[in-house]
């Protein structure tokens, strides 16, 4: 492959494009449309006949979707990602013609199931709420483990400041959701994107000693129906050897869709 030869088959798609072809699927898409929306990252695409039929996010994450994302591979291998990540198919063909140009990757994982629930669950009954500034001595450390047990990386020794942040910036856009007991948080989830389509949660979470009571079934059932009232589609993704977790979200009656491919950097 000629370096660059790809690239100047991409484009800079518009606001307009990108939210037309995140609507062919808006589950998988969550993600992609979410930052758009938020004028957040920069965006590479390729069209025929004027319609995208593939779209890459270019940031801290590298997020392709669609058919033909070998495409993005100049653009990925100039961006030092922390992390690939999107439908399986689509990741799996811009790591095919990136790789020889990027560093291996730390951690890959393949087969992550996307699950998604459009009918409310019964109710749980929780104290669960949206979470406050005055949760932030709990729910900082309880974040920063759900994103050490997810990825081995912890975010308080790499950038605390910025991590605090990230963690306050979700509480103040409404995103940041938790049901405690004192210090002991029986439940805690976010949201990493949200469409008028659908919400993607992300970090659900319990502190060890709530663990194997319930709590985490009864309070995503609760989130579940909040979030439904406002948007028609809640989806997530899990590691396929989290068989806990997978337990959970089917017993709530969520079903699985697409498969997702990471590769952490």
Known sequence: MIPGRLSRRTIEPTLEQILEFCAEDPVERVFLEDVARRGLGRFSAVQKDGALTALCHIGANVVPSGTGC???AD????GRARMLIGEETAVGELWAAARHRMAPPRTE????PVYVIDEAPP???TGLRLATFDDLDVLVPACAAAHYEELQIDPLARDREGFVWRTRAQIDEGRSWIWRDGSTILFKAEASAWTPSAVQLQQVWSDPPARGQG????ALRDLIRLLL????TVCLFVRPENAVAIRTYEAIGMRRTVTYRSLIF
């Open 70 to 72: 070998a495409a993005f």
């Open 75 to 78: 653009a990925a291998a100039r």
């Open 109 to 112: 994982r393949t087969g992550q």
């Open 123 to 125: 109710a749980g009954d």
């Open 215 to 218: 709590n985490a079934n009864r």
């Open 229 to 232: 009232r406002q948007a028609p």
